[in-house]
Each structure stands twice: as structure tokens, then as C-alpha cells.
């Protein structure tokens, strides 16, 4: 019964800055992989970043340089800040994560947080 909760989406003008946070809850032993995808509409998923257990980070190269992903292992959270924010990053923001429960390892989504960037 894990979940995974999204927050921080908004409406933010080009330029600014957001920062997303993403909380995992629930029957959880440890966590892996946790990343961030985005979709907009017509499109498809795609990754945006993702960080290790290890704070190993990797991202799109649309992104890079603009957006930071890190963790908090303490508090099962995994966050965004994404900085220099332009109209093309309008969309909804996934958590994901790769977590092993009580009996099993598996991934998990969120259910998004749209973000919006207007020019």
C-alpha cells in the first residue's frame, strides 16, 4: 500500500522557479531509483530526471542546467527544483519510484502535479 504524493505544481510566468516535492508513504523497507517524468498533452512521457539511492543524478538534456532533482532518505521525498522555467516545461509532473515493501520490489507513480509556465 505504498503511495506517492506529488506537490508544488502551479502556475509560475517564464523565467521563475518551482520546486516540486514527491513524499513516498506507506509499507516501504527501502527505496531505490526515484525519478521525475513530465507529460504534455499529445505528447509523450518523458524521463526528467532520476537520482540513486546513491544521489547519483542524471537528466534530459532539455533540462539540464535549469533543474536540480535530490532526496531526502529520511523522509522518503524526492524533489525538484527547477529553475529558469519556459513555456515548453508546461505539463504534469510524475514521481516515480522504484521501492522495496514488506513482501516485494516494485514501481510506484504518483499521480502528477501540473505545472503551467506562461510567457
Known amino acids: 500500500q505504498v503511495q506517492l504524493v506529488e506537490s508544488g505544481g502551479g502556475l509560475v510566468q517564464a523565467g521563475g522557479s518551482l520546486r516540486l516535492s514527491c513524499a513516498a508513504s506507506?509499507?516501504?523497507?527501502?527505496?531505490?531509483?526515484m525519478s521525475w517524468y513530465r507529460q504534455a498533452p499529445g505528447m509523450q512521457r518523458e524521463l526528467v530526471a532520476a537520482?540513486?539511492?546513491?544521489?547519483?543524478?542524471s537528466y534530459a538534456d532539455s533540462v539540464k542546467g535549469r533543474f536540480t532533482i535530490s532526496r531526502d532518505n529520511a523522509k522518503n521525498t524526492v524533489y525538484l527544483q527547477m529553475n529558469s522555467l519556459k513555456p515548453e516545461d508546461t505539463g504534469v509532473y510524475y514521481c516515480n519510484a522504484d521501492i522495496r515493501g514488506s513482501l516485494r520490489r516494485m514501481e510506484y507513480w504518483g499521480k502528477g502535479t501540473l505545472v503551467t509556465v506562461s510567457s
Open positions: 506507506g509499507s516501504i523497507f527501502s527505496i531505490n531509483a
Open positions: 537520482i540513486s539511492s546513491g544521489r547519483t543524478t
